[in-house]
């Protein structure tokens, strides 16, 4: 699987799915919510290491940890 797919499919199942909403995810992790949309999306997206560590730290936990947790 592709890595770009893999980090948002994983993002999209266990953070944006148990979130309020899209809107709510994207302010409390201080992205657009264009960008979450684009994560979300079945054909994948190419996600900027800026974004991830902006998500990453919104959720208080390292790159090397999450990229662990994905299983890259």
Known sequence: MNVNKKV???IAKQWIAVSKSNRS???DHNI???TVRKILKDE???IPL???SRICEAREIKLED???EVGI
């Open 25 to 27: 995810f994207a302010l």
């Open 32 to 34: 657009d919510e264009k």
């Open 44 to 46: 994948g997206y190419i």
């Open 8 to 10: 948002c499919n994983y």
């Open 50 to 52: 800026e974004t991830l």
């Open 66 to 68: 999450f990229f662990r």
